[in-house]
């Protein structure tokens, strides 16, 4: 099907380009299938969500069944036995203090409640603080609000006059990292509500990671000036960078932390935030007015929910973090077979994911680099979409040594032959 003959508007597609739209029919593992018996790598895990990989049949059974005993039930004074589950779970397997769960169902909805947690703190115990601070280059979605806390620019200039003001902190780039941890402190110095980041690595800012000492050091500057400080886990949980969560190799205890994409091993949406327990003592009153309202129809969805604890079980009983170590060994050995091309920059790694710049003689040719290659790979049965000219391997931890091979082939022949 083309796109013309369509009524549906893709997300972060330009529809003018007419670039062909391919229509998948079935998913396994590390694989897509469209109907003619074409296939696909899914090598950046269908946008960051597919972990064990697609169609995991304990998922998929764990579906199955919530799907015959409890589709959706309200979930404002209503409760039911898989968000229960889940949310023992999750407070079991997070840091002590993070004792409360809150759900909803998107990465940006995840974090559109820690923002609105951490006012709604600061608002009910008197205090009036209200400023965010934001990492420079950061993404937390695509609604108002996580658009305010992101990068400002192409992606989002029409929507401008609505965003929210913040205060930007420097990437800490290599050599640079003292310079973020002063503006940091100096920042903090103004009693701000909260301090949002992406743990260790910037996603949709282009793949950029920072060392763990200086994700401590953040943590630390925050903990001092009582700022809460919010960790955006929502592409990094889940074996991502390594661990299951980033900052566990940083020894970092949020205040809040958002979770969602691998949440479900990436089968069905949901997304919680889990905060320390002032914020929720905070919200608990007989007094109405200190509720917390924020709610969406699907809250803590039962189906969505039993295919959480069907990945917490996957967690629980089989080898993930092996899993990861040896799909995170894989990607390492590729890219340094890469890394001495003469057209590539900046190659870099955290736990599983893989990323590189490709350099240019002008930069006209790298503003149209980003849909050129995904089409070169596309065309040769790959997923991959490209930041700018930044290309990222980010596959599911079942893809095997052929598949990943065949990935870092096509990137080495985009190199060559683009
Ligand atoms: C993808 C992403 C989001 C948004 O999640 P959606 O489910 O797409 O709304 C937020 N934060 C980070 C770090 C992400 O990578």
Redesign the pocket.
């Known amino acids: 099907m083309t796109a013309n003959q369509s009524p549906v508007w893709h997300p972060f597609t330009q529809h003018g380009l007419g670039e062909p739209i391919p229509l998948i029919c079935n998913a396994k593992d590390a694989k897509l299938y469209d109907a003619d018996g074409n296939s696909w790598i899914d090598a950046i895990s269908s ?2 969500v597919t972990t064990h990989g697609h169609a995991n049949p304990r998922i998929m059974a764990a579906i199955r069944d919530q799907s015959e005993k409890l589709d959706q039930i309200i979930f404002a004074g209503w409760t039911h036995e898989p968000a229960e589950t889940l949310a023992a779970e999750l407070v079991r397997i997070t840091p002590e203090p993070l004792t409360r769960v809150f759900f909803s169902d ?6 559109e409640v820690a923002l609105k947690m951490a006012l709604g703190y600061w608002f009910n115990i008197g205090e009036a603080r209200s400023r965010i601070l934001v990492l420079e280059h ?6 108002i609000g ?1 658009m305010s806390v992101g990068e400002r620019g192409v992606y989002n200039r029409a929507w401008q006059p609505l965003l929210f003001d913040v205060d930007t902190i420097p990437f800490p780039h290599e050599a640079m990292e003292q310079a973020t941890l002063d503006a940091l402190e100096a920042a903090c110095a103004a009693k701000p509500a909260a301090f949002i980041v ?1 743990p260790l690595i ?3 800012g282009g793949m950029l990671i920072y060392p763990a000492w200086v994700l401590a050091e953040m943590r630390a500057i925050c903990a001092r000036h009582g700022v809460l400080f919010i960790a ?5 949980g889940w074996g991502r960078t390594g661990t299951r969560f980033a900052c566990d190799q940083a020894g970092v205890i949020p205040d809040i932390i ?1 979770l ?2 691998g949440l479900t091993g990436g089968a069905i ?1 949901l ?1 919680v935030t889990l905060c320390i327990e002032p914020i929720f003592d905070a919200h608990f009153s007989k007094d109405r007015g200190k509720t917390f309202y924020h709610s969406s129809s699907y809250t803590a969805n039962p189906i969505a929910c039993a295919a959480a604890k069907a990945n917490l079980e996957i967690w629980r009983d089989e080898p993930v973090l092996q899993r990861v170590d040896a799909l995170a060994e894989a990607q390492a050995a590729h890219l340094a077979l890469l890394s001495q091309h003469p057209r590539v920059a900046n190659p870099r790694r955290i736990g599983t994911i893989a990323a590189l710049d490709v350099t240019a003689p002008d930069s006209g040719y790298l503003s149209s680099l980003a849909p050129r290659l995904a089409a070169f790979f596309r065309t040769r049965g790959i997923l991959l979409r490209p930041l700018g000219n930044s290309v990222y391997v980010m596959p599911p931890y079942c893809t095997d040594a052929t598949e990943l091979g065949k990935v870092w082939e096509a990137i080495a022949a985009s190199l060559d032959e683009l």
Do not use: F, I, R
């Open positions: 946008w960051w998107s990465g940006s909805t995840s974090v950061s993404y937390h979605g695509d609604t996580t992406e910037l996603g949709a955006d886990e929502v592409m990094t958002c969602s994409k949406p997304a």
